[in-house]
């Protein structure tokens, strides 16, 4: 496993908590070094992830204290001292809980369980992923196509309002939509695959 690349302009990008894209390339580009690490520090496999959401959690609230050092991969030591901080806390916790009992009946009698289906949640779910992939793309449309796409599409405003606003038609309304649209969906088919 190879350590990512920093770019300094993402860690000062990181600093602002409302720049999302920053930290939306951020967890892109590092999830997979920290589930290494964390993997590394002696998390079992079921907990790999959970730990690692933990970790990202802990950079989030304590990158304004990072402060580079001068030496060499300065961010990325500090990075694996916050996951290395985590994982032990994990383990110190871990150890005080007790841990259930189960076996293959436990599992078995969980298999049977029905899913519960919460058509809010799957609805709240799509919506961010669409949210997500659309920032993705933002760059790649012009910013009267991006204002048409995101006030009909996710604000869900009436194409005339948004048409009158931007002094284009309906028409260019829907096309904007359209192209955005489409690339969206190329974006979440290769998330999914």
Do not use: C
Not at 55 to 64: C, F, G, K, M, T
Request: hydrophobic share 40%; proline share 5%; charged share 25%.
């Amino acid at each position: 496993m190879h350590s990512p690349e920093t770019r300094p302009s993402l860690i000062v990008r990181l600093g602002g908590a409302a720049d999302q894209s920053a930290w939306w390339s951020f967890v892109e580009t590092y999830e997979p070094f920290l589930k290494h690490l964390v993997a590394r520090h002696g998390t079992p496999p079921s907990h790999v992830a959970d730990v690692t959401q933990q970790v990202l959690i802990s950079i989030a609230r304590s990158i304004d204290g990072f402060s580079d050092d001068g030496k060499e991969a300065s961010f990325r030591r500090w990075v694996h001292q916050v996951s290395r901080n985590v994982v032990i806390k994990y383990m110190a916790r871990q150890r005080k809980q007790i841990t259930g009992q189960g076996g293959t009946d436990a599992l078995l009698q969980l298999d049977q369980q029905p899913a519960i289906d919460d058509p809010a949640l799957e609805d709240q779910y799509q919506h961010e992923l669409i949210v997500w992939a659309a920032e993705k793309v933002r760059s790649e449309f012009a910013p009267t196509s991006w204002k048409a796409f995101w006030g009909t599409m996710i604000e869900g405003r009436p194409v005339a309002e948004i048409a009158g606003e931007l002094n284009v038609s309906a028409g260019s309304i829907y096309m904007s939509r359209s192209r955005i649209l489409r690339r969206i969906r190329l974006v979440l088919d290769e998330v999914m695959q």
